[in-house]
C-alpha cells in the first residue's frame, strides 16, 4: 500500500450515517419486506451496518473490480494500472478493510460468495483465508463465463470466472441441495424389475482397504471375486449378506460380474449436492447478462464482466431460506435485488436485500436503482414486451458524514443525523406519531409489528411516555444521552413495554471499534 486509502482516513475525521432520499423509496405492497438501496463508498456504508446490521446478514455476494490494469479498480480516486508497484497490494488493502467489516455483520451460520479471475484469485485466496479462516473454506467455484472462444487470444482463450466461497463458521454452515433434474433421474433404471422401483449400480469396494473387510465373494454362478488391490468392501461380511438377502446386490445381467450396490431412486435425497463447475448452460454467461440489463434498460452499457441473473439465483437458492437477508455491497447493475426479488416470487419468500454502490459514472442512480424500480413495478423491454412488477419495497439511502471529534455538540449532531440508521437497524419505516409540537424532541417510527421511539431531549421522556400510553405493541427506544446513560428509572412503570438504549454512544461504541 503506498499511501493510506483517502475513504477511510476520512473517518477519523468525520463519521458516516445514512440519510433516506425520500422521493425514490418504492412501496407496493406494505406485507413484504422493505430493500434498502445505499448510494455511496462501500467503505462508509459497511461502517454503518456494522452498527446497523451486526451478525445479522445471512448471505453475502460480491463481484469486485478484478484488478486487470485496464481501468477497471480506482485507489484514492486513480485508475490502478498494470505497472504500477503497488497493484496488488492496493488491491488487497482495499479489499481486506472491507472484508473484515463484512465478516462483523455475517451470522454465525452466514456465508459469502465472491467472484474473481485469474488477476487476483491466488492473492483473494489467501486474503480470505486470513480474514475468515482457513478451515472456513468451503469451495472454489468454477463458471463458465464465455460459450465460445475468442481466436484473437495467443495462448488459450479464458472462458471461466471463480466464486470463492466462505463460511462464517463452517461448522454450523448449511447449504440447500439442488432439485434433481430429469436428466440426473435418467440414470436410474430398472434392469431387473425390482418392485422398489428404479435403482442405479454403485461401487460396492472403497479405498484406501479395511482390513477386516477384504473377503472373498462368489457370485450365483460360481465365480470368486476380490475387491481391487489396495481396496476393500464398504460393506462388512455380516452387512454384505443382509444387502443379498434383500436382492440390493447386482451382478450384472449375466449374474457373473463383480458385485455393486443397488441404489434406488425412491431412497435418494430429493435433492442433488451441487457441483463446483458452473456451465452456462445452467446459469447463463456475460453475453446473457448483457442482454438482460440491454432488455431492462433499453441501452448497453459497458460491463465487462456482468453476472447473469440466473448465476446470482443458483448462488441464493444454495444459500439462502425464505427469510434470509442477502448483501451486495459492490452492487453494480442490481443484479443481486432482482435475483432476491425473482426468488421471493417464486416461492413466496420473504427475503430482503442491501445493495451498496458508489455512483460514479450514475452507477447507482441510473442504472442500478432504475433496473430495480423496474422490476419492482413493471416495464416495457426493449423488444416493447411489457413485463409484470415482481413487487416489493425499497428505501433509497445516501451517505452522509458528521464531525467525528467528540464533543458535546456533535454528540447531539449525530443522534439527529443518525434517526434513518435507527430506523434501519429496527426496520420501521413509517412514521407513526404526527404531531408537529413533538417533532423535534423525540420521533416514533412503525412496521407492522414494531415500533421505534427516539428522543432527542430527555426532558421530553413524560411527554413521549404520554404519546405511546395507548399504542399496543413493543417499543425500541433510543434516548439522548452524552454518557451511556438509558433513564430506566424514567421507564420504570412500562419498563415491560420498552427496550431502552442510550445514542450515540451506541453507534459510537461500533464506530470506535471499526475506526480505532
Known sequence: EEKPEDVVELCKEKLPVLKEVKNKAIITDKNKPVNLLIEGDNYHALSVLNYTHEKAIDVIYIDPP??????DFKYNDKYVDFEDAYRHSKWLSFMEKRLKL???????????????????????????????????????????????????????????DFILCYAKNISVLQLNQLP????????????????????KSTDLSVGPAVKENIYEINTPKG?????????????????????????????????????????????VKSGMTPLTILPYQEVGHNQDAKKEIKLILQEELPFETPKPLELIERILKLSSSKKSIILDFMAGSGTTGHAVLKL?????????????????????????YP???????????????????????????KTDFVDAEPTDKNKKKLTEEATDMLCIKEGTFESAFAKATAGKSFK???????????????LAIPEFKKAIK??????????????????????ADIKQKVKLSPIPEAILRVYRRIFK
Open 180 to 199: 434433481r433434474t430429469e436428466e440426473s433421474e435418467k440414470r436410474y433404471k430398472n434392469p431387473d424389475n425390482d418392485p422398489r422401483g428404479p435403482w
Open 344 to 368: 421471493n416470487k417464486e416461492d413466496n419468500g420473504q427475503r430482503k436485500f442491501i445493495l451498496c454502490t458508489d455512483n460514479e459514472n450514475s452507477i447507482c442512480s441510473n442504472v442500478c
Open 223 to 267: 465365480r470368486k471375486v476380490l475387491p481391487p488391490k489396495g481396496r476393500s468392501w464398504v460393506l462388512s461380511k455380516k452387512r454384505f449378506q443382509e444387502f443379498l438377502k434383500d436382492k440390493r446386490i447386482w451382478f450384472g445381467m449375466n449374474n457373473n460380474s463383480v458385485p455393486s450396490i443397488k441404489k434406488f431412486l425412491s431412497e
Open 102 to 160: 463484512a465478516k462483523n455483520i455475517l451470522k454465525n451460520t452466514g456465508v459469502i460468495f465472491i467472484s474473481i479471475d485469474d488477476n487476483e484469485v491466488a492473492q483473494l485466496k489467501l486474503l480470505c483465508d486470513e480474514v475468515f479462516g482457513e478451515s472456513n473454506f468451503v469451495a472454489n467455484i468454477i463458471w463458465q463465463k464465455a460459450y465460445s472462444p475468442v481466436n484473437l487470444r495467443k495462448l488459450f482463450s479464458a472462458n471461466h
Open 444 to 458: 416514533i417510527y412503525r412496521n407492522s409489528n414494531h415500533y421505534t421511539g427516539i428522543i432527542f431531549d430527555q
Open 470 to 491: 395507548d399504542i399496543k405493541g413493543r417499543f425500541s427506544v433510543y434516548v439522548f444521552s452524552l454518557s451511556d446513560e438509558i433513564f430506566d428509572e424514567e421507564f
Open 66 to 71: 478484478y484488478n486487470t490494469g485496464n481501468k
Open 371 to 397: 433496473r430495480v424500480k423496474k422490476v419492482i413495478e413493471g416495464y416495457k423491454n426493449s423488444d416493447g414486451d411489457k413485463i409484470k412488477g415482481l413487487s416489493g419495497n425499497l428505501e433509497y439511502f
